[in-house]
């Protein structure tokens, strides 16, 4: 079944550690996205990528990064993660700029 | 950029009553309206959807109404029940131009018993 898949649901670090969050999709969409929320609140877009090798920065600022080497394949990565990192990500894809956004579970992250 | 606003931020309402959710967007080019709804826990799916060239959309028991002169559409849930207790987000893009869904900011729904 088509879906978007994100590793790992949950994790708790310590400060100064390198994470990688990863996204996958099989929906067969070029358009993928980022998403930065703390429960229950405001959708904050941090990444998106249209295609392969495109990437941009979001409406919101954050120190992480992200890549797309492949169609399927949108991972994020903190260098340095810190308590402020805190929050819940998810991963989303569209088969068009502006269209239905399809969400990944998410993946909530801890830094003490 | 678009702009989107949201109100109210949280609903309280009595199961069986109606709940209304409305936003505001900036940009009269938008033309593409969907709204998310959010499960305690849960991702954000989408529940309905309405383009620019229909005043108003209905399944089951939501609607969406839209009103492109005044840049502004709503969500109405009728016969609420406990199970519609979520947050809801609208968004505004404009398809076919390149814009990005822009979200509100979310309204924190609860259905009382």
């Known amino acids: 079944e088509a879906d978007i898949y994100q590793t790992p649901r949950y994790l708790v670090i310590g400060t100064g550690k390198k994470i990688t969050l990863e996204c996958s999709q099989t929906?067969?969409?070029?358009?993928m996205y980022w998403y930065q929320q703390d429960p229950g609140m405001e959708l904050h877009l941090i990444h998106y990528s249209y295609g392969v090798n495109s990437t941009e920065k979001g409406d919101l600022s954050s120190e992480s990064t992200v890549s797309r080497i492949r169609t399927e394949h949108f991972p994020l990565t903190l260098e340095s993660a810190r308590p402020s990192h805190t929050s819940q990500y998810l991963c989303?894809?569209?088969?068009?700029?502006?269209?239905?956004?399809?969400f990944g579970e998410g993946s909530r992250l801890t830094v003490l | 950029g678009e702009n989107v606003e949201q109100h109210p931020s949280t609903l309280s309402v009595q199961e069986g009553d109606s709940a209304v959710i409305k936003c505001t967007y900036s940009d009269s080019a938008s033309n593409y309206f969907p709204w998310y709804k959010q499960e305690l826990g849960k991702r954000p799916q989408l529940i309905i959807d309405i383009r620019s060239n229909v005043g108003e959309k209905k399944d089951q028991r939501i609607a969406v109404t839209l009103n492109k002169t005044a840049k502004h559409f709503s969500l109405h849930i009728t016969e609420t029940q406990p199970e519609d207790s979520a947050v809801y987000f609208c968004?505004?893009?404009?398809?076919?131009?390149?814009?990005?869904?822009?979200f509100g900011t979310g309204t924190q729904l609860k259905v009382e018993l």
């Open positions: 968004a505004a893009s404009r398809t076919g131009g390149g814009n990005k869904l822009t």
């Open positions: 929906m067969g969409h070029d358009k």
């Open positions: 989303a894809s569209s088969e068009s700029v502006g269209g239905e956004l399809f």
